[in-house]
């Protein structure tokens, strides 16, 4: 069975910290993994998406890294700020899924201590 | 602005009754699908299209229709006989490929009455 896990489902780290969001996913045979934000009671929000033939990508003070052969992929979010408080949420499209569709993990509750 | 609109943000249905959720995009994008998100278990997928009149039953799609009769429309209805509706309701499109993003609008939030 495809599945995705995100663990710690939640994470409290004081101003200034380094963020790490782990996620893991159990078929290597993947097209894409896109990282998300998610604010309560609000859509998603895009944030990286690495593609299968990339090891990471960077978008500012994120940085996503993606390791096929052992199916995790790391979210690393740098000195992080109260604004990052939100859910973070990973998906993976499995090569094998019908229709490109997106397989989520549970997220990861982020709060950030001013 | 270029984006996936969803209305109304908030509905309530009384029991027995369809609702309609409304879920348009401006993107170009060939690709649209309708997740449900309940506390604790994450997104799950409905029903998905990935072309104008053609869509595809996702996971969870008893209780639930679609149409996509233009490529920028996909609204979602959930009829009466969807036995737990309450939930965040999400649209996304993507671009048809392999390595493409997918994008989500602000979700209609469902409550039965």
């Known amino acids: 069975k495809q599945e995705v896990t995100q663990i710690p489902a939640a994470l409290s780290v004081p101003e200034g910290e380094n963020l790490v969001l782990n996620c893991s996913f159990t078929?290597?045979?993947?097209?894409?993994l896109q990282w998300f934000r998610q604010d309560p009671g609000k859509g998603l929000t895009s944030l990286l998406l690495?593609?299968?033939?990339?090891r990471e990508q960077t978008s500012g003070r994120l940085n996503a890294s993606l390791d096929k052969s052992s199916g995790r992929s790391t979210l690393y979010i740098a000195a992080s700020q109260p604004g990052d408080s939100a859910t973070y949420l990973c998906?993976?499209?499995?090569?094998?899924?019908?229709?490109?569709?997106?397989?989520f993990g549970g997220g990861t509750r982020v709060l950030v201590k001013p | 602005d270029g984006g996936i609109t969803q209305s109304p943000k908030y509905l309530f249905r009384k029991e027995g009754q369809n609702v309609t959720l409304s879920c348009e995009q401006n993107l170009n994008h060939d690709a649209m699908y309708w997740y449900r998100q309940d506390p604790g278990q994450g997104l799950r997928l409905i029903y998905y299209s990935q072309i104008v009149n053609d869509f595809q039953k996702g996971d969870i799609a008893e209780g639930y229709s679609v149409s996509r009769e233009k490529k920028e429309s996909f609204p979602l209805t959930v009829t009466s006989a969807q036995k737990n509706p309450t939930a965040f309701y999400l649209c996304a499109s993507s671009n048809q490929g392999m390595n493409t993003e997918a994008f989500f609008g602000q979700g209609t939030r469902l409550t039965v009455v």
């Open positions: 078929d290597s045979a993947i097209y894409n």
């Open positions: 998906a993976v499209v499995f090569k094998k899924a019908a229709g490109n569709k997106l397989t």
């Open positions: 690495i593609q299968s033939s990339q």
